[in-house]
């Protein structure tokens, strides 16, 4: 199976910070590379898809980039309610691995 | 409006059987496929099967195959998670999702998750 490793697994950052988080795939997955974002008592919500791709009403601080086996999401400026897990996701096996996941928490 | 309605969830022994539901409304069901995703309490997201717009392809993860069986019935837009031989590990929040397939895009993604359906297996 595809090993997906997020870095880092938690971070603490301020309203208009700008954060990265990393997730490396253990062998090449082209573009197949998704984001969700989770906050706690909800369900998953898809932010990126195909590496770089935004999902419609998302807001445009967020972003994605990476092909192969390094991605990055991006966000530019911090609002509250991005508060929350993100979690990395590969759709290039059958067996569809998700990254451990990252906690974003209010410094 | 997309909406998925999760439900069946409940506590059962090890060993036991359980059958999740998905209900689906809002799109053209028989045109995607479908999927289901867990979370253990406190832990991170798990894929765990899928299963083809048409029904007669299905996936599973290493840790349920030939315990688990996906389904679908495409008259009452339904998804359904056969789950026997439960274990303690399989305790987790059950989500069903969309799934949107374009190969030709390199896009796998699933886009519209239910609420998910609570499955505990204790004695």
């Known amino acids: 199976d595809i090993q997906m490793t997020?870095?880092?697994s938690s971070l603490s950052a301020s309203v208009g910070d700008r954060v990265t988080i990393t997730c490396r795939a253990s062998e090449t997955i082209s573009r197949y590379l998704n984001w969700y974002q989770q906050k706690p008592g909800k369900a998953p919500k898809l932010l990126i898809y195909a590496a770089s791709s935004v999902q419609s009403g998302v807001?445009?601080?967020f972003s994605g980039s990476g092909s192969g086996t390094d991605f990055t999401l991006t966000i530019s400026s911090l609002q509250p309610e991005d508060f929350?897990?993100?979690?990395?996701?590969q759709s290039y096996s059958t067996q569809k691995t998700?990254?451990?996941g990252t906690k974003l928490e209010i410094k | 409006e997309v909406q998925l309605v999760e439900s069946g969830g409940d506590l059962v022994?090890?060993?036991g059987s359980l059958r999740l539901s998905c209900v689906a409304s809002g799109f053209t069901f028989n045109t995607y496929a479908m999927t289901w995703v867990r979370q253990a309490p406190g832990k991170g997201l798990e894929w765990v099967s899928v299963i083809s717009g048409s029904g007669?392809?299905?996936?599973?993860?290493?840790s349920v195959k030939g315990r688990f069986t996906i389904s679908r019935d495409n008259s009452t837009n339904t998804v359904w998670?056969?789950?026997n031989s439960l274990r303690a590990e399989?305790?987790?929040l059950y989500y069903c999702a969309r799934r949107i397939q374009k190969w030709s895009k390199r896009e796998d993604y699933f886009d519209y998750w239910g609420q998910g359906t609570l499955v505990t297996v204790s004695s």
């Open chain 2, 56 to 62: 007669d392809d299905a996936k599973y993860a290493d």
């Open chain 1, 59 to 61: 807001p445009l601080r």
């Open chain 2, 13 to 15: 022994p090890p060993g």
């Open chain 2, 90 to 92: 399989d305790t987790a």
């Open chain 2, 81 to 83: 998670l056969q789950m």
């Open chain 1, 6 to 8: 997020q870095s880092p």
């Open chain 1, 98 to 100: 998700f990254g451990q």
């Open chain 1, 84 to 89: 929350a897990t993100y979690y990395c996701q």
